[in-house]
């Protein structure tokens, strides 16, 4: 079964690779119980090979019409693929233990175009209680790839060219057993819907739990262009500013989308903090932070906000990076609390017992009180402070407030 180093390797194309097997005459296999009879042409098909060395020797030692039925102690029913395969058919593994079978057999009998064929085609796994066959074509959008099935099969299978790495190959009596890969801790429902949208279809979300399952398992496959994707956001032109905006949650921002655009018409320093979501959009636009978890809080005398929590790390290294794309030190930019702003297009949402539900505060009123902001979107913007440093502003866009302890646990609901 050692190679010959005069044979060549079939090309790309699937023209036959020499082989100096008569095309017309017939030689026996015997797979376990069941004995196939394959022609010089249907095995120079896919050679050199352990079949093609075998009847290549016989040939040269012994009376041509005497040549001996190989014997080779396997499964029929994964040779009866091969052997559609050596007559130029085209084979498809029906789930995932076929594929390893005509893997581990493919590689056992040094069948080389069978082996590129299975490696390159498709990804055949189980997740869940479902077979999944794969393209590997679907993971072509940006920050699909590399993921979990690229880099997972890439090192469980090798390379067509390495044939049970890690095993003396001299000597070799039959491939090991190869478990079927299998992902059984994942949902086939949930991983059918990724690849309904890898496809390029589109997918109602029904509601938040449902985009969080999504997002899980988005995560888990290292999905990274569909999960950019999938977050919650919203992205529109305000027809009043005449620029575009997205809409994000403070805990979806990633580092690579952030940018900062200096504004032409204001002194030095000043300027505006810009998204783009990773893989998926092409130019960045104004930045609005939905901040949510009652995780902002706002001191009205001094106009500043302070987060507490994840909010208070996330916004520090948000503005971290922000002061990177400033080319500014680290003491620069990321003190915190924030300086805050709010004009007349603020919309401030007050729950208060002397106050209507949802009662819009004017944009001339002002307070001295501690309040609790349960949700917020802000903008983002950049200026230089007394100091000669600079510092962030938030432009409060919307709020949704406590004003008081009292009216937050007036809404607190019994467990």
């Known amino acids: 079964m050692a190679g010959d180093s005069n044979s060549s390797t079939p090309s790309s194309s699937g023209k036959a690779s020499a082989c100096s097997l008569p095309p017309e005459k017939v030689f026996s296999i015997q797979i376990g119980s069941e004995l196939f009879r394959l022609s010089g042409a249907s095995i120079a098909s896919d050679a050199p090979s352990y079949f093609s060395r075998f009847f290549e020797e016989q040939l040269r030692v012994s009376d041509p019409s005497n040549v001996r039925t190989l014997y080779i102690d396997r499964d029929p029913a994964i040779f009866q693929e091969i052997a559609r395969h050596l007559q130029g058919y085209h084979v498809r593994p029906r789930d995932g233990a076929e594929f390893v079978k005509l893997f581990a057999d493919a590689q056992f009998y040094t069948l080389p ?10 990804i ?12 590997r074509s679907i993971f072509s959008s940006p920050g699909d790839s590399p993921n979990f099935f690229t880099l997972g099969f890439g090192a469980f299978f090798a390379s067509p060219s390495e044939v049970f790495p890690g095993l003396d190959r001299v000597g070799l009596l039959r ?7 299998s992902v059984p801790n994942r949902s086939a429902d949930v991983f059918a819907e990724l690849l309904h949208l890898l ?74 903090v810009l998204y783009a ?7 960045p636009v104004d930045l609005v932070l939905e901040i949510a978890d009652e995780s902002t809080l706002i001191n009205g005398t001094t106009h500043r906000a302070d987060f507490i929590g994840l909010a208070k790390s996330r916004m520090a290294s948000l503005l971290q990076v922000v002061g990177k794309k400033m080319n500014l030190s680290d ?14 297009a603020t919309d401030i949402m007050i729950d208060d017992d002397d106050l209507p539900p949802a009662k819009r505060q004017r944009s001339d009123e002002s307070h001295n009180e501690a309040w ?23 432009l409060a866009v919307k ?17």
């Open 124 to 135: 055949v796994i189980q997740i869940g209680d479902r077979h999944f066959q794969i393209p």
């Open 399 to 415: 709020l949704d407030v406590w004003t008081a302890a009292r009216v937050r646990n007036r809404h607190q609901n019994f467990l």
């Open 277 to 283: 979501r990773p893989f998926v959009d092409d130019n």
């Open 331 to 344: 003491t620069q930019l990321g003190n915190i609390p924030t300086k805050i702003l709010w004009g007349p």
């Open 372 to 394: 609790v902001v349960r949700t917020g979107q802000w903008r983002l913007q950049v200026q230089p402070d007394n100091n000669g440093a600079y510092e962030a502003v938030l």
């Open 175 to 181: 491939p090991p057993a190869i478990v079927p890969p």
């Open 199 to 272: 496809r390029g279809y589109p997918l109602h979300i029904r509601n938040a739990d449902h985009r969080a399952e999504l997002l899980r398992d988005c995560r888990y496959f290292h999905l990274r262009g569909l999960e950019q994707k999938l977050i919650p956001h919203h992205i529109s032109f305000n027809p009043f500013r005449q620029r575009s905006e997205i809409i994000i949650r403070l805990e979806d921002v990633r580092p690579s989308g952030i940018h900062f655009a200096p504004d032409p018409t204001s002194r030095t320093g000043v300027g505006s």
């Open 113 to 122: 175009r069978l082996m590129s064929q299975l490696f390159e085609s498709e």
